[in-house]
């Protein structure tokens, strides 16, 4: 009871800051100073969000662009651990290869977007990849970070105890790693996200980025801020739960640290 009366407290205020948000979006709405095709009131907002569910397919289209963000999130992951395990492992690797890891955050995924096209054509691979590419350096450098961090004690205890090679990688530093790797995933989703969308605009697809894209082109400013919320509501879905995910890992790991010393 206790640890969740602490949890939604600890929710309270960005629930406040929600609702004053709200309530100053609905009164700039309702003075008339800003003409509708600019600033839509919440209560259009709403009511054409659930029109797009009901009657028009939008959870098709929201369907498709989590799709691609997972699949991009999964692949750079598959890519990132890893690398980022090499990069704590071998100080001479970590230093050849870690700068240009760093250099690739340089490249803006919309000039990649255009390259994907002529290397992979439309649809939804080039997608996958740019989100893969997007979320790449942030899961990396997140777990690289938990790597480090680990309980130097702990580890050389398990050493002494006969843990070596994929033992000690299975059994001890990747359930220590697991809420860095968790913290990675949660930014990753978010970016990936993003990704997927800027990808559909730019590449082609059947998601929220096209949805967006003849929106933007017709002028529904109302079907704009719907896709919008629908896509803040998935991101902060997936965020919330890895989250959890992640305060629950830290808790074991805690558990697991006591029970070492």
């Known amino acids: ?59 098709s289209y929201a369907w498709v662009t989590l799709r691609e ?11 990132a651990l890893p690398l980022a395990w090499a990069l704590f492992r071998w100080r001479l690797f970590s230093r050849t290869v870690l700068p240009y890891v760093a250099a690739s955050q340089a490249v803006p995924a919309i000039a990649v977007a255009p390259l994907l096209v002529l290397w992979i054509g439309y649809g939804t691979a080039p997608v996958v990849v740019l989100c893969a590419f997007m979320v790449f350096f942030p899961i990396t450098v997140t777990v690289l970070l938990g790597l480090r961090g680990l309980d130097a004690d702990i580890l050389d205890a398990a050493r002494l105890d006969g843990a070596h090679g994929a033992s000690m990688i299975v059994h001890m530093e ?73 305060r629950r890992s830290r808790v074991v790991d805690a558990m697991r640290g006591r029970r070492a010393t």
């Open 69 to 79: 963000a997972l699949l991009g999130c999964l692949t750079a992951a598959a890519l």
């Open 174 to 246: 990747l359930p220590m790693a697991l809420p860095a790797i968790l913290a990675g995933l949660r930014t990753g989703f978010t970016l990936s996200v993003t990704g997927a969308v800027v990808g559909e605009m730019t590449m082609g697809g059947t998601g929220l980025g096209m949805v967006l894209s003849h929106q933007r082109d017709t002028i529904d400013t109302s079907g704009l801020f719907s896709t919008i919320v629908l896509l803040c509501a998935m991101a902060t879905t997936i965020h919330w739960c890895l989250h959890e995910l992640e």
């Open 1 to 59: 009871m206790g640890a969740g009366r602490a949890r939604r407290r600890a929710g309270a205020p960005a629930a406040v800051l929600g609702l004053a948000l709200l309530a100053a979006w609905w009164a700039a709405a309702r003075s008339g100073r800003i003409p509708a095709v600019f600033l839509p009131g919440p209560v259009d907002v709403a009511r054409r969000l659930w029109l797009g569910l009901t009657r028009a397919g939008l959870a």
